[in-house]
């Protein structure tokens, strides 16, 4: 079974600062996606970045990118210019690219940005 | 474009009773997952349908159903309610497998907050 950790259950960062939310996760498999989502207080979980497992370049969208390390299993989400309607949790999420599209999450990152 | 819909918003039942949960998804989205979030985690996976049929189920009860509809709307049903089952209900569409590069990408409707009491 696939698991995802994320250790940071809270972090801060300063208006325009930038930030990095960490990720692991453990599976055996070698075709995957790997997933951030984002879940304001207004709880709409909202798909910030995606990346899938079989491609080496680091995934980007806009303010955010990706750190994708397959050997070490680990996917950190880097905010750049954080502003306010960033505050959120952030899920890190895994679906194996086989089978049901079933998708597991980790805990959570409680992230505030400070005006 | 309209995105996942959920109803109702909120929901508050007694121990013991049943509750359906309905989800709309994206137009031209084949597939539709649910999800359990209690709070203060992250959710967890409880069924995927595909084409009407179920795809995947995870580590929830019989107590537990769902089915999906021609038009691939989708309900959630839930027995005999206990305590624990309070949470908020995320249904998650998606084009399917094997749809296009990004049919793996799911989409998220607002939740349903359900209360048991």
């Known amino acids: 079974a696939q698991t995802v950790t994320q250790s940071q259950p809270e972090m801060s960062v300063q208006e325009a600062e930038t930030v990095t939310l960490s990720c692991t996760y453990d599976t055996s498999e070698n075709n995957y996606y790997l997933f951030w989502y984002k879940q304001p207080p207004s709880r709409q979980m909202i798909l910030v970045i995606r990346?899938?497992?079989?491609?080496?370049q680091n995934a980007t969208e806009n303010r955010f990118s990706v750190n994708f390390q397959k050997a070490a299993k680990s996917f950190s989400l880097k905010i750049s210019d954080s502003q306010l309607g960033d505050t959120a949790m952030y899920f890190c999420?895994?679906?194996?690219?086989?089978?049901?599209?079933?998708?597991?999450f980790g805990t959570g990152t409680k992230l505030q940005v400070i005006p | 474009d309209a995105g996942v819909t959920q109803s109702p918003t909120h929901l508050i039942k007694t121990r013991g009773q049943q509750v359906t949960l309905r989800c709309s998804p994206i137009?031209?989205?084949?597939?539709v997952s649910w999800y359990q979030q209690v709070l203060g985690q992250g959710p967890q996976f409880i069924f995927q349908?595909?084409?009407?049929?179920?795809?995947g189920r995870g580590n929830f009860p019989d107590r537990f159903s769902a089915r999906q509809f021609p038009n691939y709307s989708s309900e959630l049903n839930v027995n005999a309610l206990l305590l624990g089952d309070s949470a908020l209900y995320l249904c998650?569409?998606?084009f399917g497998p094997g749809q296009g590069s990004s049919s793996y990408e799911q989409y998220f409707g607002p939740g349903t907050r359900l209360t048991v009491t």
């Open positions: 998650a569409s998606s």
């Open positions: 349908y595909y084409e009407k049929e179920e795809r």
């Open positions: 990346q899938e497992a079989y491609k080496q």
């Open positions: 137009s031209g989205h084949k597939s």
């Open positions: 999420a895994f679906m194996s690219a086989g089978g049901y599209q079933k998708v597991t």
